[in-house]
C-alpha cells in the first residue's frame, strides 16, 4: 500500500540550535560534550530508522493481509488476460508474447519505447531493465549501450543510441533470458505493486487491472500526472471499498481522473484505454473481469472468447 514514507520523516524531531554554556566540572575524567551538530545528526537519524521500522511493520501487516484474499488478477489466466488488454493499447495486439522486440519512437516526449510493456529510454525504466539484466548477464548486446542510456534518461534523445540500439534490442529479444527479464520487470515495477494496492483498496479483478492499466500508461510516480498522484486525487473524491464506498462509485470516479490527465498529456489522442475498455466492462458490471470480452482500441476492435 502506498504508504506516506514523507509523512513518516516528519516525525523527525527538529533540533533548534540553542545557546550552549560551559561549566566548569571537578572531574578531569569527564567525557566531554557531544558536539551539537553530532547530537542533532544522530536524532535524525534514530528518528529516520524508527520511521523505517515502522513502515516495515506496516508493509507486513499489508501483506499479510493480502495474502488471506483471492488472487483476482494475479491468477494465471486473469494475468495473461490483462496482459493481452495491455497489448491491445500498447501495441495493437493481444498477442503480448509478440511484442518482446518491439521498438520505436513514438513521438511522445520518452524517446524509444521497447518491449512488451513500453519500457521508455526516457522514462528510467529501460535503463534498469537493462542495467538489472547486465548483472546477471554482463555480455548481452545492450550492454554497450548503458553509458548512452545513462545519459539520456530523463530525456528524448536518441544521442548515442542511434544508429544500431533499435536492431540491438530486437536481436536481444529473442534471448529467452531477456525475455525473462522484460516479465521479471514488468511484474516488479508494474504489475505487482498495482494489484497490490487495488486490493488493499478493496477491489476486485476489474479495478485491479484499471490500477495496473493506469500504472502502465502514467508511470508508478508521485508526480502531478503519476499513478499515485491520481489515485489520491481520486481518493479526495469518492471512498474506496476498503474505506466503505461503492467499488462501481470509486472505479468511475478513478477513471475520471485518469481520463482528464490523459487528455490533458495528450490532447491529440483519444482516452481508448478508458472509454471503450474498461469504461464499458464496468458499466456492464464486469467487477471480476470475466470473459468473454468486447472492447475497442483506436478504432479497432478485440474480442477474447
Known amino acids: 500500500m502506498k504508504r506516506a514514507g514523507v509523512l513518516l520523516l516528519a516525525a523527525v ?8 554554556f560551559v561549566m566548569p566540572t571537578d572531574s578531569a575524567d569527564a567525557p566531554p560534550a557531544a558536539p551539537p551538530s553530532v547530537t542533532a545528526q544522530s536524532a535524525r537519524e534514530d528518528a529516520k530508522d524508527r520511521a523505517e521500522q515502522e513502515h516495515e511493520r506496516e508493509r507486513e501487516k499489508d501483506d499479510s493481509v493480502v495474502a488471506d484474499m483471492p ?15 495491455v497489448a491491445s493499447a500498447e501495441h495493437s495486439t493481444t498477442d503480448w508474447r509478440a511484442t518482446y522486440g518491439a521498438v520505436e519512437d513514438e ?45 539520456v534518461d530523463g530525456s528524448d534523445s536518441h544521442e548515442g543510441l542511434d544508429p544500431g540500439f533499435p536492431a540491438a534490442w530486437e536481436a536481444e529479444a529473442e534471448v529467452p533470458a531477456f525475455r525473462e527479464a522484460q516479465e521479471a520487470e514488468r511484474d516488479r515495477v508494474y504489475f505487482e505493486p498495482a494489484v497490490r494496492l487495488a486490493k488493499l483498496d478493496g477491489l476486485g479483478t476489474l479495478g485491479q487491472f484499471v490500477y495496473f492499466d493506469a ?8 508526480d502531478a500526472d503519476g499513478f499515485y498522484a491520481l ?34 498529456r495528450y490532447p491529440e489522442h483519444d482516452a481508448s484505454r478508458v ?31
Not at 524531531?13 to 550552549?20: D, Q, R, S, W
Request: a negative charge.
Open 107 to 151: 513521438g511522445d516526449g520518452c524517446g524509444y519505447t521497447a518491449g512488451i510493456i513500453g519500457f521508455c529510454t526516457g522514462t528510467h525504466d529501460l535503463l534498469v531493465l537493462v542495467e538489472r539484466y547486465t548483472e546477471e548477464h554482463p555480455d548481452n548486446g545492450l550492454a554497450s549501450y548503458l553509458p548512452a542510456l545513462r545519459k
Open 13 to 20: 524531531p527538529v533540533i533548534a540550535t540553542g545557546v550552549y
Open 231 to 264: 489515485r489520491e486525487r481520486a481518493l479526495k473524491q469518492a471512498k474506496t471499498p476498503a474505506a466503505g464506498g461503492p467499488e462501481e462509485t470509486y472505479l468511475n470516479t478513478f477513471l475520471d481522473v485518469r481520463r482528464e490527465a490523459m487528455l490533458t
Open 71 to 85: 488472487p483476482g488478477l494475479a491468477a494465471p489466466a486473469k494475468k495473461e488476460l490483462a496482459q493481452r488488454l
Open 215 to 222: 500504472m502502465v500508461f502514467h508511470g508508478p510516480d508521485t
Open 275 to 305: 472509454d471503450t475498455a474498461q469504461r464499458r466492462f464496468l458499466k456492464a458490471g464486469n467487477l471480476d473481469l470475466d470473459t468473454p470480452l468486447a472492447w475497442e482500441m483506436y478504432g479497432d476492435h478485440y474480442r477474447l472468447p
